[in-house]
């Protein structure tokens, strides 16, 4: 095995380095969202670059945060997905200047375009469905393989405030649709994983008035043997972040499509569509007409 200490003078790399570099920069650029370091890691690991468990935060970490540092070949500090920290964003706004005369009307249809029309699909489909995940970092990758549907990650053990969030906003649109109630999970294969989903749904259940209906689509021991999943490098078990991104997408949308329609996602937009265009007319011709 390489033993790739990143230390090195400058912003140069050594050769050794430069070949897990480019090779983890290639598994980067193969999907169209942003990955965790630790999905990155599994890819590595699965082609031999990496043999015990130590190398994610004794030789991988560094490595990878020297490039990002160093902008080398492609790596930038924002490359990788942050797998626990998110900002809440707050600050806001336009220019004063943008609301006064002769753009006016212009400004005003440009917010109102935007916010013009939303029609949720929910009422045509069979069921009102969720996905809950446990791995935060890989919110991109649901977001990408799914459309139109709530995500939500627990990235381990959720709170009670935020899992009673889930429970009511069930109930909420359960009642506001009409539908029966379905939960998506996909989380992973080890005692930690199975507890979460466990005490997850538990609660979920307790504090909603409907009947949920709770799916783990994954992971599961067929699912690890059929895509060849390497086992967890810091624990026994298998992670979702493991598998290879087309058996990610495979588990995703066969088992989303089971209860989301994508033909009636498809046939609300184009409604949508017409209707925004017909208000838009409306709004554009009133507008006209009003003195400032």
């Given at each position: ?96 200047a943008d609301y006064e005369e002769p753009d006016l009307k212009e400004i005003l249809l440009d917010r109102i375009e935007d916010y013009l ?176």
């Amino acid at each position: 095995m390489i033993n790739e200490n990143p230390r090195s003078r400058g912003h140069e790399f050594r050769k050794a380095v430069k070949t897990i570099l480019d090779s983890a920069m290639g598994h980067i650029k193969s999907v169209d969202y942003k990955v965790s370091a630790r999905w990155v890691f599994y890819r590595l690991l699965q082609e031999g670059h990496y043999s015990d468990k130590n190398d994610y935060k004794n030789k991988f970490i560094p490595m990878a945060s020297r490039a990002r540092h160093a902008n080398y070949n492609g790596w930038h500090p924002d490359i990788l997905q942050d797998e626990t920290r998110s900002t809440d964003t707050r600050n806001a706004g336009y220019s004063p200047a943008d609301y006064e005369e002769p753009d006016l009307k212009e400004i005003l249809l440009d917010r109102i375009e935007d916010y013009l029309v939303s029609i949720s699909h929910f009422y045509s489909q069979d069921y009102y469905a969720e996905i809950l995940f446990e791995a935060r970092a890989m919110v991109g990758q649901f977001r990408h393989y799914t459309e139109d549907i709530d995500l939500s990650p627990f990235a381990g053990h959720p709170s009670i405030p935020f899992k009673y969030s889930i429970a009511k906003r069930l109930e909420r649109y359960g009642n506001k649709y009409g539908k029966p109630v379905v939960v998506l999970y996909f989380g992973d294969l080890d005692e930690t994983g199975i507890d979460i989903y466990n005490v997850g749904m538990r609660d979920i259940q307790k504090w909603c008035s409907l009947k949920i209906k709770f799916i783990r689509c994954g992971l599961t021991e067929e699912q690890v043997e059929k895509y060849s999943v390497p086992e967890n490098f810091e624990h026994p078990g298998y992670q979702w972040e493991a598998l290879p991104d087309d058996a990610a997408r495979e588990i995703i949308t066969e088992n989303v499509r089971k209860y989301v329609s994508q033909a009636i996602i498809e046939d609300t937009r184009q409604r949508e569509e017409e209707i925004a265009n017909d208000v838009k007319e409306k709004i554009t011709a009133a507008i006209e007409d009003i003195e400032f």
